[in-house]
């Protein structure tokens, strides 16, 4: 079965600093691969890569098999890529329910539609809410961006990626910068996503990873140093000594 | 919001609808007044406020600052007066048509050819973004200005005067009144087509690019064809407007075209208060007294009006319009989520 996500040779360059430095990585049908590494390692540049934000500088990018390396974000999106950011990237007006049903309309095709009220329609409104529901924000369904906390934006971010209804999931530390507790619930929903999407995680956190993902990747100074599962990982030397041995 | 029982005031229909009533009742004043002075205000209070109700389609939906909006009502204007001019003097104005002075037929074509000069003018500045969007659009209000002083067949620098009387299906519409009617429904089929358009799954996109570009290429959404499609239907209404203008002041000019008047639309919808379909309304009534101020008795009022126009654009950012928010404790918006 071909990989979801493939990436050969991926490099992007800053000036000097090499963000990306020859990443080969592949995500399977129904797998959650995570990256683990150190801040500045250049997880978010790589997740951006992916996504069509950034243009790399060489190397090719396939999803499901079609080579996607040119082809530019918003195209991608159509394909299946959805990822959530780092920092939550919301529109402050619009209520969590429209964020979602904004999502599923991008699904549907254009938007050359003039003339009925998208919020009234169902067709958009019941797949959000199934997604605002699956991230936990069920609560909060028509409160505005602007009111929710740091930890519902990133459920939020979650909510959106998910009404995107994707063939993988890119996300960029869906818990940073939560409380414990919240960042336990967002572990058990994402736990409860497992096996229904194809996922690349990014996380910092250790025990959240390793009771995760199926595979997990090292990413230090933009190269991918170790990919293995979490036993594989955890007893590398060459990891314990780039990264696990600072954290 | 899935149903419209919590939305607030500013993005409602009904105020306009009240608006417009309200202004319906201008006609009846003139005569109680005794003074045909009042309903040649309003109907010039309705034509500007087509105006600025489109222009919100860009600029307050959109999130696009045009300084073009001047140069699409002077194209909609000329349109009118170069036809009737065609028909008073008999010449052809391509293969045999002779013109017309029937605004039933002049004016959706008044409609279509500034849609088009949009069109055109939009798939140019839209890419770029920010200042150079403002920049560009000024420069193509500037080239159509020129544009229209060069027509030296049609008046040049002195304008285009409208000699024959201009009929709607064979009526005389030369009649004030009748002609202030004729405005006021253009005005109420702009406010609903523009409220229908903010709402669907097109204004969706229009709203949500405006304030987090990245978040709509993210979901899949490119926005450049939605913002092209919505600055050519801000630039055929304007130039609905502009006709509309020609048509009742019998006269179109190149000062009808400048700049500056392009950047009264903008304060216009930015006074009645952006994104909403009401603020544009009060924004043109605003602009449209303060215009008199400044040419009549009321000179001392100038620069008072001045400075109460500039507090309210500088210190709300809604416009008078969130005087309302303000006023019902509700919590004011503007910068995007970025935590
Ligand atoms: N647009 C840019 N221009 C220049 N340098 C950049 C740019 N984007 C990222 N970088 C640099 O590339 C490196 C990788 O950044 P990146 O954000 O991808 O790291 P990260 O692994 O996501 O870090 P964190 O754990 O803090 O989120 C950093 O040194 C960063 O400063
Ligand atoms: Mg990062």
Not at chain 2, 58 to 75: E, H, N, R
Not at chain 2, 153 to 181: A, V
Not at chain 2, 247 to 263: E, K, N, T, V
Request: hydrophobic share 50%; with cysteine.
């Amino acid at each position: 079965m071909t990989d979801v996500l493939e990436v050969r040779n991926l490099y992007k360059r800053y000036g000097g600093l090499v963000a990306t430095n020859g990443v080969n990585l592949s995500v399977r049908p129904g797998e959650m691969h995570a990256i683990i590494g150190p801040n500045g390692a250049g997880k978010t540049t790589l997740i951006s890569q992916l996504q069509g934000m950034v243009r790399p500088d060489a190397g090719e990018i396939f999803i499901d098999g079609v080579n996607v390396t040119a082809t530019p974000a918003h195209q991608r999106a159509g394909l299946g890529v959805a990822r959530s950011f780092q920092i939550a990237s919301l529109i402050p007006d619009f209520s969590v329910l429209d964020h979602a049903a904004f999502a599923v309309q991008a699904q549907l095709g254009h938007s050359f539609r003039f003339w009925r009220r998208a919020d009234r329609e169902e067709i958009l409104l019941a797949p959000a809410r199934e997604a605002v529901e699956a991230a936990g924000l069920g609560a909060r369904m028509h409160s505005p961006a602007r009111d929710l906390s740091h930890g519902e934006r990133r459920q939020l971010e979650l909510a959106i990626a998910l009404a995107q209804r994707p063939k993988i999931l890119l996300l960029d530390e869906p818990m940073a910068g939560m409380g414990k507790q919240d960042g336990q619930r967002m572990t058990q929903r994402l736990a409860d996503l497992k096996g229904r999407y194809s996922m690349l995680l990014i996380e910092h956190d250790m025990a959240a990873v390793f009771s995760l993902a199926d595979r997990l990747s090292v990413l230090v100074s933009g190269a991918i140093i170790k990919t293995g599962t979490a036993d594989e990982i955890r007893n590398d030397p060459q990891v314990r000594a780039a990264y696990l041995g600072h954290g | 919001m899935a149903d419209g029982a919590s939305r607030p005031i500013r993005a409602a229909l009904w105020p306009a609808l009240v608006l417009i009533a309200l202004l319906a009742l201008a006609p009846a004043l003139s005569i109680w007044l005794d003074d045909p002075f009042t309903v040649k205000i309003a109907t010039r209070i309705v034509i500007f406020a087509i105006g600025a109700v489109a222009l919100d389609l860009t600029l307050g939906y959109a999130g696009l600052v045009s300084l073009c909006q001047a140069a699409f009502f002077g194209v909609g204007g000329y349109v009118v007066g170069i036809l009737a001019w065609h028909q008073a003097n008999s010449e052809a104005v391509l293969a045999g048509w002779m013109g017309s002075s029937e605004l039933a037929l002049t004016l959706p074509l008044a409609f279509l050819v500034a849609g088009l000069f949009a069109a055109a003018v939009g798939a140019v500045s839209l890419r770029t973004g920010g200042p150079y969007f403002i920049m560009i659009t000024l420069a193509f209000n500037q080239m159509l200005y020129y544009g229209a002083v060069a027509l030296q067949k049609y008046g040049g620098d002195d304008g285009l005067q409208i000699i024959n009387p201009l009929t709607l299906f064979g009526y005389d519409i030369s009649n004030r009144y009748k002609f202030f009617y004729l405005a006021l429904t253009m005005l109420l089929a702009t406010v609903l087509l523009i409220d229908r358009l903010a709402r669907s799954r097109f204004g969706v996109v229009l709203r949500a690019a405006a304030v987090n570009e990245t978040r709509a290429i993210a979901v899949g959404v490119a926005p450049w064809p939605y913002r092209l499609v919505a600055f050519a239907i801000t630039g055929a209404l304007a130039g609905l407007a502009g006709a509309l203008l020609a048509a009742s002041q019998q006269f179109i000019s190149p000062a009808d075209m400048a700049w500056d008047r392009s950047g009264d639309f903008v304060v216009m919808t930015a006074l009645g208060g952006v994104a909403t379909v009401w603020g544009p309304i009060i924004g043109a009534a605003a602009f449209i007294f303060t215009e008199l101020s400044l040419s009549s008795y009321m000179q001392h009022w100038q620069l008072p009006f001045g400075l109460i126009i500039l507090a309210i654009v500088l210190l709300l950012r809604g416009g008078l319009a969130q005087l309302v928010d303000l006023a019902r404790g509700a919590k004011k918006g503007g910068e995007a989520v970025h935590d």
